[in-house]
């Protein structure tokens, strides 16, 4: 059996996602410029202060660990998809889903969405989110891999029926 290559979709940021983590960078570097501004006014005077160290190491930390973060989720946030598993990484969270647990993919047109549904019952699901022009190629990619996933999708139409009945 002729393995096949993994697949790598980059996950797709909102707008507003985008510039709150260039905010999020922005404080960060604001925060280590205000932090060696106080720590050099610090070293001018009495160094003897624990309490004084103590806080300039946390605010440091916190200020390069969120920097570090940040840049993770916008560099590797991504859906790979490999001979066996679904793996979503978001930054430094990766979460591996095994494909013979997939029992269908739904694309819904209306809202554009993709659902990777794990039960018949469609209760535990994660949804995808990449390019719409990517959805065909995940689709072909994931069934490829297994057979037996099914596959679905309804239309703008369909899909306000459906938010008609409920109400």
Known sequence: METLPDKKYPFKFSPLMTVLSVLGLLLCAAGIGLTTWQFVDFL?????????WLKYFLLYLVSVLLAVLITAMLIKSQYVVT?????????????????????????????????VYFDD????????????????????TIIARNERIAFSFSTAEEEAEIKRKKK
């Open 44 to 52: 001018g005077g009495d160094i003897s202060s624990v309490y004084e």
């Open 121 to 140: 019952f469609k209760t535990k699901y994660i949804v995808i989110v990449v390019k719409e022009s990517w959805y065909d190629d995940f689709i072909k």
């Open 83 to 115: 001979e066996r598993y679904l793996i979503t990484q978001f930054g430094l969270i990766k979460s591996k889903y095994d494909l013979k647990t997939v029992y269908s993919v739904h694309l819904f047109r209306g809202s554009g969405k993709l659902a």
